[in-house]
C-alpha cells in the first residue's frame, strides 16, 4: 500500500487551515492525503520534522513565515504552493455602516494600518487600539487568545462603551456574534469613495515542501492565483520588519479583462483601459491580467501614497520587479522636505512622515 502524503496545518486566530484542508481531504480525489494532528506544533517544530521526513507539506499562513524564511532555508525546505484568499477583508462589527457613524464615535482596531484608513474615511471618528482604549479607561483586562480579546470587545459594543470595533470573519463566526457586520471592501461603490486594501498577507495559506519533493505533490492542492499572490507580497514586503509592515496595505489579485474594461467604463478611467490594449491597440482578452494595489498612509489619515498597477500574467515578474524600484523612488521623494525654488518660498515639510 503506498503511504499517504502527510500535511500539517498551523492555523491562527483569523485562517483556520484545519477546516479548509479537512474540507479538501474528503473528496474522493485527495484520498492519498492525511492531515496530522498538529494542536501542539509550533513553526520550529514542524518545519524541522518537514525537514526530517515526518511530514510532507506544512500548510500555515504567509503571515507566520515572515522573518522566518531563513530558518526555513536551513532545513533545506522552500514554499512550492499557496492557495488564494477566500476571505482577506476584515469586518466592522457595529449597528451602523461607516458613514452613518455618530460624530466621534468610538471604533476599537488592533491593525495599524486599518486605524489610519478609518481616520482616512471619517476623521471626526475616535480610532483606539485596545492597548490605548484600556489605558484611557483606566482598565487592566488580560486575554490569553485573540477569541477573549474580541468576545470582550463585543461586550463593550453591546453596553454601549463603544459604537463598533473590527474582527476577522474567522473569528466572528466562531464566536457566533450576532452584532451587524460591515466588510471593508478594497474596491469603492463610486468613484472616489473610501476603501480598505487588505493587510499583507491577509488570508493567504502557502504550502511549504522539501526541496528534494517532486512538484507533484501538491500539484491538485495548489493554485495559480494563491501562488501569484505569494510571489510578488514575498518580493515587495517579505524584507520588511514588523513595524515598517504594520503601515502597509497591499492587494494582488488576478482579473479578467472583461471585468477591468467594466470598471475602467464604469469610472471613466483611460489609464484601466489602456493596461487591457497591447501595442497595437487590439484587446488582450485571451489573457489573465494581474493587479497590484499599495498604500502607505499618515497618521491622522490625510495623507495617502499609493501605487497601482495592471499587468499580463505572463510579464507579473518583470513588471513586480520594476514597480519595487517606483514604490521606492515615491517613499523617497514624498518623505523628503521640500526645497525652496527661491528664498522668498516658504519651506515645506515633507508630504508624509513615513516614521510617525
Same mark, same amino acid.
Given at each position: 500500500?503506498?503511504?499517504?502524503?502527510?500535511?500539517?496545518?498551523?492555523?491562527?486566530?483569523?485562517?483556520?487551515?484545519?477546516?479548509?484542508?479537512?474540507?479538501?481531504?474528503?473528496?474522493?480525489?485527495?484520498?492519498?492525503?492525511?492531515?496530522?494532528?498538529?494542536?501542539?506544533?509550533?513553526?520550529?517544530?514542524?518545519?524541522?520534522?518537514?525537514?526530517?521526513?515526518?511530514?510532507?507539506?506544512?500548510?500555515?499562513?504567509?503571515?507566520?513565515?515572515?522573518?522566518?524564511?531563513?530558518?526555513?532555508?536551513?532545513?533545506?525546505?522552500?514554499?512550492?504552493?499557496?492557495?488564494?484568499?477566500?476571505?482577506?477583508?476584515?469586518?466592522?462589527?457595529?449597528?451602523?455602516?461607516?458613514?452613518?457613524?455618530?460624530?466621534?464615535?468610538?471604533?476599537?482596531?488592533?491593525?495599524?494600518?486599518?486605524?489610519?484608513?478609518?481616520?482616512?474615511?471619517?476623521?471626526?471618528?475616535?480610532?483606539?487600539?485596545?492597548?490605548?482604549?484600556?489605558?484611557?479607561?483606566?482598565?487592566?483586562?488580560?486575554?490569553?487568545?485573540?477569541?477573549?480579546?474580541?468576545?470582550?470587545?463585543?461586550?463593550? +459594543?453591546?453596553? !454601549?462603551?463603544?459604537?463598533?470595533?473590527?474582527? %476577522? *470573519?474567522?473569528? /466572528?463566526?466562531?464566536?457566533? $456574534?450576532?452584532?451587524?457586520?460591515?466588510?471593508?471592501?478594497?474596491?469603492?461603490?463610486?468613484?472616489?469613495?473610501?476603501?480598505?486594501?487588505?493587510?499583507?498577507?491577509?488570508?493567504?495559506?502557502?504550502?511549504?515542501?522539501?526541496?528534494?519533493?517532486?512538484?507533484?505533490?501538491?500539484?491538485?492542492?495548489?493554485?495559480?492565483?494563491?501562488?501569484?499572490?505569494?510571489?510578488?507580497?514575498?518580493?515587495?514586503?517579505?524584507?520588511?520588519?514588523?513595524?515598517?509592515?504594520?503601515?502597509?496595505?497591499?492587494?494582488?489579485?488576478?482579473?479578467?479583462?472583461?471585468?477591468?474594461?467594466?470598471?475602467?467604463?464604469?469610472?471613466?478611467?483611460?489609464?484601466?483601459?489602456?493596461?487591457?490594449?497591447?501595442?497595437?491597440?487590439?484587446?488582450?482578452?485571451?489573457?489573465?491580467?494581474?493587479?497590484?494595489?499599495?498604500?502607505?498612509?499618515?497618521?491622522?489619515?490625510? +495623507?495617502?501614497? !499609493?501605487?497601482?498597477?495592471?499587468?499580463?500574467? %505572463? *510579464?507579473?515578474? /518583470?513588471?513586480?520587479?520594476? $514597480?519595487?524600484?517606483?514604490?521606492?523612488?515615491?517613499?523617497?521623494?514624498?518623505?523628503?522636505?521640500?526645497?525652496?525654488?527661491?528664498?522668498?518660498?516658504?519651506?515645506?515639510?515633507?508630504?508624509?512622515?513615513?516614521?510617525?
Amino acid at each position: 500500500m503506498k503511504d499517504k502524503i502527510k500535511i500539517v496545518t498551523l492555523d491562527t486566530p483569523n485562517c483556520d487551515i484545519t477546516k479548509y484542508i479537512n474540507n479538501l481531504l474528503e473528496l474522493e480525489e485527495f484520498s492519498e492525503f492525511e492531515r496530522i494532528n498538529s494542536k501542539k506544533l509550533d513553526f520550529s517544530r514542524s518545519i524541522k520534522g518537514l525537514s526530517e521526513g515526518k511530514y510532507d507539506v506544512i500548510a500555515m499562513t504567509g503571515q507566520q513565515l515572515h522573518g522566518k524564511e531563513l530558518d526555513m532555508l536551513q532545513y533545506e525546505c522552500h514554499v512550492s504552493g499557496a492557495i488564494t484568499p477566500k476571505r482577506p477583508n476584515m469586518l466592522l462589527i457595529s449597528e451602523n455602516k461607516i458613514g452613518y457613524q455618530p460624530k466621534s464615535a468610538i471604533i476599537l482596531c488592533d491593525y495599524k494600518i486599518i486605524r489610519r484608513q478609518l481616520r482616512r474615511t471619517r476623521s471626526d471618528l475616535r480610532v483606539l487600539s485596545t492597548e490605548a482604549y484600556q489605558s484611557i479607561c483606566n482598565l487592566e483586562k488580560k486575554y490569553s487568545n485573540e477569541f477573549e480579546r474580541v468576545a470582550w470587545m463585543e461586550e463593550e +459594543r453591546k453596553i !454601549g462603551k463603544i459604537d463598533g470595533f473590527i474582527t %476577522s *470573519k474567522e473569528i /466572528f463566526e466562531k464566536l457566533k $456574534l450576532d452584532g451587524r457586520r460591515h466588510t471593508l471592501l478594497p474596491d469603492p461603490k463610486n468613484g472616489g469613495d473610501y476603501h480598505f486594501l487588505p493587510i499583507p498577507y491577509s488570508d493567504l495559506i502557502i504550502l511549504l515542501t522539501r526541496k528534494s519533493s517532486p512538484k507533484s505533490l501538491i500539484k491538485r492542492i495548489t493554485e495559480k492565483e494563491g501562488e501569484t499572490i505569494w510571489w510578488i507580497q514575498n518580493q515587495i514586503i517579505g524584507s520588511l520588519g514588523n513595524e515598517e509592515l504594520s503601515n502597509i496595505s497591499i492587494l494582488v489579485r488576478h482579473r479578467k479583462v472583461k471585468s477591468l474594461m467594466e470598471e475602467a467604463e464604469k469610472y471613466k478611467d483611460l489609464t484601466m483601459e489602456q493596461a487591457c490594449h497591447d501595442s497595437e491597440g487590439e484587446v488582450l482578452d485571451s489573457e489573465v491580467h494581474v493587479e497590484i494595489k499599495m498604500e502607505k498612509i499618515s497618521k491622522n489619515g490625510k +495623507r495617502t501614497v !499609493g501605487i497601482h498597477r495592471i499587468i499580463p500574467y %505572463s *510579464k507579473f515578474e /518583470f513588471a513586480t520587479i520594476s $514597480l519595487i524600484r517606483d514604490w521606492e523612488v515615491m517613499l523617497r521623494e514624498v518623505s523628503q522636505d521640500v526645497p525652496k525654488d527661491s528664498y522668498y518660498d516658504n519651506s515645506a515639510t515633507a508630504f508624509i512622515d513615513l516614521d510617525e
